[in-house]
């Protein structure tokens, strides 16, 4: 064997063995001691600037999987509040249209009475039409007896001061008294501070 073949044999030696040693046992991110595992696979002797970056690239990679679980937990528990905001949207909604179809009973159960004297009265004006009026005049204060028990206040009778936040002065007359209410076109309507309906009324001014 010449020369040139035992120097090739070597060099073919020398490649075989690293191909081998990339093809099996690299280190991971768990390796107690890189730079024995990297000695144990086939690169004997790194210096310190390549053993640095080794390092480094472990570390990055073990940062990725670190980030890569925190990600996948983050996307179960996002999923888990949108379900559970979605229940909550759902039985508050339940809720408010159990609240308004209760509400709405309980107004239609009131105005029942006040329907059947509203019956009565025009029966009794078919026979006597003089009793038509004392019958509607009943039916009325039943109405504002059920308006209060919901909560409405009616508002803008003659002789009451004129206040802007619950009447509307459709015209304004000569009278004695500055800003009184001197006739009544439509009652008003409040409830608590919030105004319903506004009163619509002619509103007396001294000359």
Not at 105 to 114: G, H, R, S, T
Not at 126 to 146: C, F, H, S, T, Y
């Amino acid at each position: 064997m010449t020369q040139d073949d035992h120097t090739n044999e070597k060099q073919q030696e020398t490649q075989n063995k690293t191909a081998n040693a990339v093809d099996t046992d690299l280190p991971t991110a768990e390796t107690d001691n890189l730079e024995e595992d990297l000695e144990a696979a086939g690169f004997p002797g790194m210096d310190e600037g390549m053993l640095a970056q080794v390092q480094e690239m472990m570390g990055k990679l073990e940062r990725a999987e670190e980030l890569e679980k925190e990600n996948a937990e983050l996307k179960h528990r996002l999923g888990r509040l949108a379900a559970d905001f979605e229940s909550y949207r759902r039985r508050t909604q339940e809720d408010v249209d159990a609240a308004q179809g209760q509400g709405m009973a309980k107004a239609a159960e009131a105005l029942m009475p006040v329907y059947d004297d509203i019956d009565r009265a025009l029966s009794m004006g078919q026979e006597d039409p003089a009793r038509l009026i004392p019958g509607l005049q009943a039916v009325q204060n039943k109405v504002l007896l059920v308006f209060q028990g919901l909560g409405l206040e009616a508002t803008g009778r003659e002789g009451e001061a004129f206040d802007p936040r619950w009447h509307e002065a459709v015209q304004v007359v000569p009278a004695d008294q500055d800003d009184v209410i001197v006739q009544v076109y439509q009652l008003g309507f409040r409830m608590g501070e919030r105004s319903v309906r506004p009163a619509r009324v002619v509103v007396g001014k001294k000359q």
